[in-house]
């Protein structure tokens, strides 16, 4: 039974290894018939440095397509951060195996108004959109009512959509008679029924 539980186990790995392979490959394609056309029409040859970049930014796309962060989930001493993410995500029906850890320094008894974010890691994002989906439900859980949930985002999309909530705010604050929300990066706003 181990061996089988193994064995999917590295089948499930070499099946993210190879969809990472393959996107890599598709990019690196690109990158060259850009290279091909891009020396035809201006001369101009795209440096390593470049291609370096453009296969990093692949690889962290392809990497937090799979994670979730999870905010205010209160700290506990000697945490076992997987089964308390577990239960959150029962919480909402999803059951993924998943790989969880807090992340930033280390908790400080002092600081009790805050917590650590969770960073979790499942094994594809069909799941992630799954629980993302489901995070809503989450307000009107009695255990979990300040419990947060969204995509793993960059540097550039948390600035972003940092702008977008300053942006939301300052829309509900001046036209309270609209329903304002930000759905797939857009801001959106409708008359209240």
Do not use: W
Request: proline residues 2%.
């Amino acid at each position: 039974a181990v061996v089988s539980t193994q064995s999917g186990h590295y089948g499930r790995e070499a099946n993210v290894v190879a969809s990472v392979e393959d996107t890599v490959k598709n990019e690196m394609k690109l990158y060259s018939d850009a290279a091909k056309t891009g020396t035809k029409n201006s001369g101009v040859l795209l440096d390593k440095k470049t291609l370096t970049s453009v296969v990093h930014d692949v690889v962290s796309e392809e990497d937090r397509s799979r994670n979730i962060m999870i905010f205010g989930l209160t700290e506990q001493d000697n945490e076992q951060i997987n089964d308390r993410v577990s239960q959150v995500l029962l919480e909402l029906g999803e059951k993924p195996k998943v790989e969880s850890t807090r992340i930033g320094g280390t908790h400080s008894k002092d600081a009790k108004t805050s917590t650590r974010p969770v960073k979790v890691t499942v094994s594809n994002s069909t799941i992630v959109r799954q629980i993302l989906s489901a995070a809503r439900a989450l307000r009107n859980s009695e255990h979990y009512k300040g419990v947060f949930i969204s995509p793993d985002r960059s540097i550039e999309q948390r600035s972003q959509h940092k702008e977008l909530v300053l942006e939301l705010k300052r829309r509900m604050e001046d036209d309270p008679d609209k329903k304002h929300y930000i759905k797939g990066g857009q801001l959106c706003s409708v008359d209240k029924k």
